[in-house]
């Protein structure tokens, strides 16, 4: 991915007020609750999505 890398820039980070964090997945269900706060994280990045998808679609593939 560095090889052969978008031109990335700062994304201004979300505020993640009320989201799930790592504390509240620890003490349980661990894959039920960590997909859950993936969702939460990746729905924060919401107004950054298509910068993402379009650095994710300018980098080819790792072929190591």
């Given at each position: 991915?560095?090889?052969?890398?978008?031109?990335?820039?700062?994304?201004e980070p979300p505020r993640f007020d009320?989201?799930?964090?790592?504390?509240?997945?620890?003490?349980?269900?661990?894959?039920?609750?960590?997909?859950?706060?993936?969702?939460?994280?990746?729905?924060?990045?919401?107004?950054?999505?298509?910068?993402?998808?379009?650095?994710?679609?300018?980098?080819?593939?790792?072929r190591t």
């Amino acid at each position: 991915m560095v090889t052969h890398r978008p031109d990335f820039h700062w994304l201004e980070p979300p505020r993640f007020d009320g989201l799930m964090t790592v504390a509240d997945v620890l003490p349980a269900d661990h894959t039920k609750l960590a997909w859950a706060w993936a969702a939460d994280v990746w729905q924060a990045w919401c107004p950054h999505h298509p910068t993402i998808r379009t650095w994710n679609a300018q980098t080819p593939p790792d072929r190591t």
